[in-house]
């Protein structure tokens, strides 16, 4: 018979000093147990193991996203705060908008010229705009204000040749129409009027314009004409001295003559005439409403 191998195992105790030296024995078997717990302990340590650094993993995932969100939701109260931002300022562009087109409107009225004719914009709203109903109204004003442009140039050159001021300030002594002929007998038809002047007086241009006319008329003495444009013409008679030249190009308040009393005269007066399309009539006309008043 096979002798059985003993695996059993004993411990040795040995205090530090003094007492007796003790054994104590442990069995195959209990070594195995032993063994066995120890394994089972160290597989479990281990999936503890596996399952901590997995969980730490995700919880750092998990964290990162958190972090993320939170930025993005600073991000989007952002963006919230331009969009109002935007908004407000829309609000206004269309306020401000408004104001042009009724603007637009007026100018339109006092150039006396219908808004409702197609204008010569092209409507173009930029792909993707953000406020595509502004960028249209937008675009649509510069088109009103586009037609209104010219006219309105053309308005303002018009008033800086419109003759609109007396060419001398003074009593008027006899005026535009029939009156008896203050040279001879019977009547005549005054195509101008007459302001009372001292001589060497300044004849003032009452508006812009070219000289088309600078010598001697045998009724007006040392006459000056100035086509100011738009069909008018005005004329000044009886100087004593011409300070413009023909072809010179005058403005508003430039000195054109002196008064006098050559030609057909008999004092010294500024005689002042207007044509409109070649037609006589009263200078008086083109004068405003305030000045005529004011005379
Ligand atoms: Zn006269």
């Known amino acids: 018979m096979e002798k059985k191998r003993d695996f059993s195992f004993s411990l040795l105790l040995v205090p530090r000093r003094g007492s007796r030296m003790r054994s104590v024995k442990i069995s195959h078997a209990n070594v195995l147990r032993v063994l066995g717990v120890l394994g089972l302990l160290l597989v479990l340590l281990g999936v503890l193991t596996v399952r901590y650094v997995r969980l730490n993993q995700e919880l750092a995932e998990q964290t990162d996203k958190l972090v993320k969100l939170q930025a993005l939701e600073a991000q989007n109260e952002e963006q919230k705060a331009k969009l109002s931002a935007l908004d407000r300022e829309a609000a206004e562009v269309r306020e401000k908008l408004a104001a042009i087109n009724s603007l637009a409107g007026k100018i339109s009225c006092i150039l006396n010229i219908d808004r409702n004719e ?68 019977g009547t005549e038809f005054h195509d101008g009027i007459d302001i009372e002047a001292d001589l060497g007086n300044h004849v003032y241009a009452p508006g812009g314009g070219v000289v088309v006319f600078a010598g001697w008329d045998a009724g007006y003495g ?67 409403e305030n000045q005529a008043e004011a005379r």
């Not at 037609?147 to 003759?163: I, K, M, S, T, W």
């Not at 100087?239 to 009393?261: C, D, F, H």
């Open 118 to 185: 197609p204008s010569r914009g092209l409507g173009i709203v930029p792909q993707g705009a953000i406020f595509p109903d502004l960028a249209k109204e937008a675009d649509q004003q510069r088109e009103t204000l586009d037609a209104l442009l010219q006219p309105a140039e053309q308005y303002v050159d018009y008033l800086g040749h419109r003759p609109a001021m007396l060419p001398k300030t003074g009593k008027i002594s006899s005026a535009y129409g029939e009156r008896s002929n203050p040279t001879g007998g």
């Open 222 to 288: 040392l006459k000056i004409t100035i086509d100011h444009g738009y069909g008018i013409q005005t004329f000044y008679g009886h100087n004593s001295k011409l300070e413009a030249q023909l072809g010179q190009t005058v403005k508003r308040g430039e000195v054109i003559a002196l008064a006098g009393s050559t030609g057909r005269s008999t004092g010294v007066h500024v005689h002042w005439g207007a044509t409109l399309f070649g037609q006589s009539t009263n200078p008086l006309n083109f004068l405003t």
